[in-house]
């Protein structure tokens, strides 16, 4: 499972997808998202790894949903793995969890706010499993050659770096799609476009994050143009029952039809590219 994975976080590996919900709910949404995930990829030929939070150890609001919590968030994890076959993917906080989280899921992610944070980075590494470093709001694309340095240094296997846009002042995320050219030329890595939290409005919801979900097509559609290598994206079957992030993730029913088209764009940037 994680050779496979290692082998889409290549710099010139195929394209792929990492999708579901914000935050762990219970088995039947979880392996509900998952079993449709998986059927689209079937269907688009489209690699895809199942993404779910634990944790959200990053809420800025007292009383916000944290989720199930470490031991039986992997529980829940490794149902969905068994229900599908889906590799996984789930937010870790602290250096103390990566060896945990490995046992059960093929990528580890840095989140944003900790991609500075040399520990978490190298525990993620350590453990050979892929990693998926989130560059931070307040980084310019360069300056993720260190994190990508630093988990290459101790072992891992492959990287990618998600772009997800730069702070413009307060309360508002812009995207840069020159961004993508310049974190592989930094990095060496592929870069993956974060088409959910790019449409955050941190701290406009009653001090939580709010979003502005209408404008996640065009937002991934001009990145997969401007040359992004996969994408990740928060998604719901009813994003405003859902506990965390219900500003910012895509429907689960409106999915599809996006990425028929990111898949067209792809295909039409690929023929270009050969006939050049």
């Not at 360069?142 to 994190?147: L, V, Y």
């Not at 340095?149 to 995320?173: H, I, N, Q, S």
């Amino acid at each position: 499972m994680s050779n496979a994975v290692a082998e889409l976080f290549r710099r010139d590996g195929p394209f792929f997808l990492i999708a579901g919900p914000c935050l762990l709910e219970t088995d039947a949404l979880n392996i509900a998202v998952a079993a449709r995930l998986a059927a689209l990829g079937a269907e688009l030929r489209l690699p895809v790894i199942f993404k779910s939070s634990f944790d959200k150890a990053n809420r800025s609001k007292a009383g916000a949903a944290r989720g199930p919590g470490l031991e039986e968030g992997l529980r829940r994890l490794e149902r969905v793995r068994q229900a599908t076959g889906l590799p996984l993917l789930t937010d870790l906080h602290e250096p103390h969890q990566a060896a945990a989280a490995a046992e059960v899921c093929a990528v580890l992610p840095v989140p944003a706010f900790q991609s500075r944070q040399p520990d978490l980075v190298t525990a993620c590494a350590r453990t050979g499993r892929a990693i998926n470093l989130k560059k931070g709001q307040w980084m310019a694309p360069e300056e993720m050659r260190g994190a990508v340095g630093k988990c290459r240094a101790v072992g891992a296997p492959a990287v990618a770096v998600t772009e997800r846009g730069t702070f413009f002042g307060y309360g508002d995320l812009v995207v840069d799609m020159r961004s993508f050219a310049r974190l592989r030329a930094a990095t060496d890595a592929p870069a993956v476009f974060d088409g959910t939290h790019s449409v955050q409005r941190p701290g406009q919801a009653d001090g939580a994050s709010g979003g502005n979900p209408e404008c996640i097509p065009a937002l991934v559609r001009a990145a997969v143009a401007a040359g992004a290598d996969g994408l990740f994206m928060e998604t719901h079957p009813d994003p405003a029952s859902a506990p965390s992030d219900p500003t910012n993730m895509l429907p689960l029913d409106r999915l599809r039809p996006l990425l028929v088209q990111v898949l067209e764009i792809r295909a039409a940037i690929t023929r270009k590219s050969v006939h050049v």
